[in-house]
């Protein structure tokens, strides 16, 4: 079997992803589909870590334009989050693959707690673990929760999963014929020329820290196996200069 690439990875997958085409909600097929590419290749040994969005039920952002205290919209969506996540978690058990949830706002009832060392541990033990309810603070996104985790557990790299597109393009593929897909880039490019791949705070956490990002389709099954193996699908966006992040 070809060896995987990575040791520890953070998969970063949107709330869009779980919907589907209907935008709204969880899509069981889809969740479950996400779920088996996950266990294929925590089998192969990869340490898993997930941060998981909540655009697919709630975004601050659309709370605050209906006239909300932004901080109160963005908790409500961080709690969008940890629904995703249990709903994942779920999907993980089902096929017998070992997970915890780790929440940044405390529910003890429902899940354990974000301790860093702790999920340092589980990773090791082979668990796949969950970041449910982002960084737990208003006016910062889960992309920036997926850069923070990453950097604290000493991930490798963030695979960033999308459901609508298979990479960075030029400008909007769906809208512009004429998009290009970009095989790499840097950090610096993204923030510069407002390329829509991670917020500004997220990239600059990347950059800073020099942690490799791959921007890839997730709705073809395998895909994430691919990339883990060290495919070339998608697009690589690395840190400060290529020549740093190429010695990762
Ligand atoms: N959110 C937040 N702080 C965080 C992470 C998320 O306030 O650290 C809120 C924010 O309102 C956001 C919502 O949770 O709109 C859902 O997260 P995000 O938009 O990142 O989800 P995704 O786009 O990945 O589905």
Same mark, same amino acid.
């Given at each position: /079997? ?19 085409? +209907? ?12 779920? =088996? +590419?996950i266990?294929?290749?925590a &089998? !192969?040994?990869? &340490?898993v870590?997930? $941060?998981?969005?909540?655009g ?6 659309? =709370?605050?334009e /209906?006239?909300?205290d932004? %901080?109160?919209?963005?908790? !409500?969506?961080?709690?969008?989050t ?11 058990e +089902? ?11 405390? /529910?003890?009832?429902?899940?354990e707690?974000?301790?860093? *060392?702790?999920?340092? *541990?589980? #990773? &090791?033990?082979?668990? $796949?673990?969950?970041f ?14 997926a %850069?923070?985790?990453? %950097? ?5 790299v963030?695979?960033m ?6 990479g960075?393009?030029? %400008? ?6 004429s998009?290009?897909?970009?095989d ?5 490019? $993204?923030?510069?020329?407002? #390329? +829509? ?5 997220a990239?600059s956490?990347?950059m ?15 895909n994430?196996?691919?990339v883990?193996? =060290?495919?070339?699908?998608g697009?690589?966006?690395? =840190?400060?200069?290529?020549?740093k992040?190429?010695?990762?």
């Open positions: /079997m070809t060896k995987p690439k990575y040791k520890r990875v953070v998969l970063k997958l949107s709330g869009e992803a779980l919907a589907g085409e +209907q935008g709204y909600g969880i899509n069981p097929k889809i969740i479950k589909s996400i779920a =088996g +590419q266990k294929e290749v &089998e !192969m040994g990869v &340490e870590a997930v $941060v998981v969005g909540g697919n039920i709630w975004r601050g952002k659309v =709370g605050s /209906m006239g909300m932004r %901080a109160t919209a963005d908790y !409500m969506g961080m709690l969008a940890v629904m995703n996540s249990l709903a994942l978690q779920d999907s993980l +089902q096929l017998g693959i070992g997970t915890r949830v780790q929440t940044s706002i405390e /529910m003890r009832q429902v899940a707690p974000y301790i860093r *060392r702790r999920a340092i *541990r589980h #990773l &090791e033990k082979k668990r $796949v673990v969950i449910a309810g982002g960084t737990g603070n208003p006016y910062f996104s889960t992309d920036t929760t %850069a923070l985790r990453a %950097a604290e557990i000493e991930a490798e963030i695979l999963a999308k459901n609508n597109v298979d960075v393009y030029t %400008a909007d593929p769906l809208k512009d014929k998009a290009k897909k970009f790499e880039l840097s950090f610096l490019d $993204v923030i510069k020329d407002g #390329l +829509q791949v991670m917020d500004s705070t990239s956490l990347c800073d820290n020099d942690i490799p990002l791959i921007v890839f389709s997730i709705m073809e099954e395998g994430i196996k691919k883990v193996l =060290g495919e070339n699908i697009t690589v966006v690395r =840190g400060k200069t290529n020549d992040a190429s010695n990762r």
